[in-house]
Nanobody
Framework: QAQFVESGGGSVQAGQSLKLSCSASDFIFNAYAIAWFRQAPGKEREAVSCISSDGGKPLYADSVKGRFTTSTNDAKHTAYLQMDNLEPEDTALYYC?????????????????WGQGTQVTVSS
């Protein structure tokens, strides 16, 4: 189970951008699926995006499609979530998660490696 460390969160105004990073020092980016999830207080954890090494297109939740972009830098063992045109509804604790089966899933259950989360707060 890899150790993930998220960074890049912060407090911004609506319309601004943030880029989250997810570093996994013990995780070799070979066969993988890496997803971003978020959870707001009082709400269930929800999937945001997923990217995998199978060569398929990344998956995005409808609520963020066109605004968020996920990517990886395998050499740096790091995944990213570029968040543009942020909205107050995006306010949540954002987690990255990984699994070894290189097919994307937007369900949390298959993911066994999780970070601590980084807070994103968007004000109007």
């Amino acid at each position: 189970q890899a150790q993930f460390v998220e960074s890049g969160g912060g407090s911004v105004q609506a319309g601004q951008s943030l880029k989250l990073s997810c570093s996994a020092s013990d995780f070799i980016f070979n066969a993988y699926a890496i997803a971003w999830f978020r959870q707001a207080p009082g709400k269930e954890r929800e999937a945001v995006s997923c990217i995998s090494s199978d060569g398929g297109k990344p998956l995005y939740a409808d609520s963020v499609k066109g605004r968020f972009t996920t990517s990886t830098n395998d050499a740096k063992h790091t995944a990213y979530l570029q968040m543009d045109n942020l909205e107050p509804e995006d306010t949540a604790l954002y987690y990255c998660a990984a699994k070894g089966y290189p097919v994307c899933s937007l369900s949390a259950a298959p993911y066994k490696s999780w970070g601590q989360g980084t807070q994103v707060t968007v004000s109007s």
